[in-house]
């Protein structure tokens, strides 16, 4: 057994009392029924536990996470061999698990989903269904087609009936198309600039693109106007059909993309809106969230 110098001990027994000053430290001694001695032993990491369960109390999201382990806090516990010290993610970092979970879920869903596959009993999604279809049997490379600008509430299945139109084409007329995520793609683009020319090139050119959940993204001029611009732009000197979904109408995303309230701003928030525009119509879509 580990033995500790009479200087050490001191030290120890020092940092101890110092600490059991602290309600909090004493709560947790108290909790598990520590020995004076068990507690000396392990003080610092206590500390350390009373210091990031209290950063937690205050924390209003991942973003000021001030703990060791970002959106985690040590936490101390018992068996019959004594306190051991674990991290436990904090609510916001299950909330992230899960929305990340969530969303590799729903791309699965979303990768196999065929026209056949959508529910047409929500009479409050015949309208977008009906376009759809039309947009499917109509569709040829020769045309000047618009694609759709779909919003509408939080998990109504917007990108599942996208997805369903753009695979239905991809298997049955050969057509070339892309979902992507736009907030993931900014991320990409900024991680790998080796990749930025082909990503840019292939996102310019695929015969139909859609930007699922436009809007989510936090807004910087160079993603706003270096990437999305440049496609938008490409895309429509092309005639290339570009879809979009969002929880936001356009006067709502055209807010989302100015970054202040300058008039510079407005305009070029404003040719971002153009540029949707010319692409895509507008489309609402109201229904039940199918997520819950």
Request: with cysteine; glycine share 4%; proline share 1%.
């Amino acid at each position: 057994m580990f033995t500790y110098t009479k200087k050490e001990r001191q030290i120890l027994e020092k940092n101890y009392e110092e600490a059991m000053k602290d309600e909090n430290f004493v709560k947790i001694v108290n909790h598990f029924h520590l020995t004076k001695e068990e507690a000396m032993k392990k003080t610092s990491k206590l500390e350390e536990s009373v210091k990031e369960l209290e950063h937690c109390k205050k924390c209003k999201g991942l973003f000021e996470c001030k703990n060791v382990l970002k959106g985690h806090a040590s936490m101390p516990s018992y068996d019959e061999n004594g306190l051991y010290f674990t991290y436990i993610p904090c609510k916001y970092k299950k909330q992230e698990i899960k929305s990340k979970h969530d969303k590799l879920s729903e791309e699965k869903i979303n990768d196999h989903a065929r026209m056949k596959d959508i529910d047409v009993t929500d009479k409050k999604r015949v309208k977008v269904i009906k376009w759809l279809d039309h947009f499917y049997e109509d569709f040829d490379f020769s045309k000047k087609m618009k694609g759709l600008y779909l919003h509408g509430n939080f998990g109504c299945g917007k990108t599942f009936l996208i997805s369903a139109l753009l695979n239905e084409l991809s298997e049955k007329k050969n057509v070339h198309t892309e979902i992507i995520y736009f907030p993931e793609v900014l991320r990409t683009l900024k991680a790998d600039w080796d990749l930025y020319d082909f990503k840019m090139r292939l996102y310019q050119s695929v015969d139909i693109l859609c930007f699922d959940d436009i809007g989510a993204e936090k807004v910087s001029e160079w993603g706003r106007d270096e990437v999305l611009g440049t496609i938008l732009q490409s895309r429509m000197n092309q005639n290339l059909p570009t879809f979009f979904t969002s929880n936001l109408t356009l006067e709502e995303l055209e807010t989302h993309f100015q970054i202040n309230a300058s008039s510079e701003e407005k305009v070029k928030a404003r040719r971002i809106m153009e540029r949707i525009k010319q692409l895509s119509q507008d489309m609402v879509m109201v229904s039940e969230n199918r997520r819950d």
